[in-house]
């Protein structure tokens, strides 16, 4: 194994371009360790973001050889082509710039799915009692470890030919609420996810599913809205 990786590196905004950097390589090395030794050995202008190192925000996903990941839980090892790299933003987001993209559009989607919690019990109210082994609450439960990463929607082709397209991440989001029996807001929920720009687009491909580093499967909770969508339809609830 050599000793050093040839690294390209993507930097500016749209309009940028690949520069490369020799890393040297180390066991157990993650992509997230490259992209930060390359921050702090050869060009401390490089943007990218990251937090807890472990897996837990998913802030430091990005295009790795072009697939999108977790760069703290991907090592080198397992994904270098020879001794070659290359890192790239999150597809289908705006680039702020070089490896940090912005993820405003990516949570507006989940607004225009309506994931937003609504209920109607107060803080006067006792708690709700959900039963844990509920058809309802398995079906939440397969999709609420969600953490907004964006892996899933840079991995969308829909989303890339479909600039309208809500995307898994939102519908997943969407998917987990209306199996919530304390949220309120199931009908108009429904709703927005009916259109053109909902759960009808989702050709059901599956790379959500496929690169999820959460292990979700927001294609089920895509076609599980398509058959409430088509039921509420038929009872003339839209």
């Not at 472990?54 to 080198?76: D, E, F, I, L, P």
């Not at 993820?103 to 006792?126: I, L």
């Not at 499967?217 to 895509?222: D, E, F, K, V, Y």
Request: hydrophobic share 40%; glycine share 8%; charged share 25%.
């Amino acid at each position: 194994m050599s000793e050093e990786l040839v690294v390209k590196v993507w930097r500016g905004r749209e309009d940028g371009a690949f520069v490369a950097y020799r890393v040297p390589r180390r066991e157990n090395q993650t992509v997230l360790d490259v992209v930060t030794w390359i921050q702090r050995h050869l060009d401390p202008s490089l943007a990218y973001r990251y937090a807890c190192r472990v897996g837990m925000c998913g802030s430091c996903a990005m295009t790795v050889n072009g697939v999108a990941r977790w760069t703290c839980r991907t090592h080198v090892s397992r994904v270098a082509k020879g001794e070659a790299l290359e890192i790239a933003p999150l597809a289908n987001l705006p680039i702020v710039r070089d490896l940090a993209t912005d993820m405003r559009d990516f949570f507006d989607r989940w607004a225009r799915a309506r994931g937003q919690f609504t209920g109607a019990a107060t803080r006067h109210d006792d708690f709700a009692r959900v039963d844990p082994a509920s058809p309802a609450r398995v079906a939440a439960d397969a999709g609420i470890e969600c953490i907004g990463c964006g892996v899933c929607h840079a991995s969308c082709d829909v989303v890339a030919w479909r600039p309208a397209f809500v995307g898994p991440a939102a519908l997943n989001r969407a998917w987990t609420l209306v199996n919530d029996e304390r949220d309120t807001a199931g009908r108009e929920r429904l709703r927005a996810v009916a259109g053109d720009a909902g759960c009808h687009a989702c050709h059901t491909q599956g790379a959500c599913t496929e690169r999820c580093p959460k292990g979700i499967a927001p294609t089920a909770g895509i076609a599980g809205l398509k058959r409430l969508v088509a039921r509420a339809a038929v009872r003339g609830e839209l």
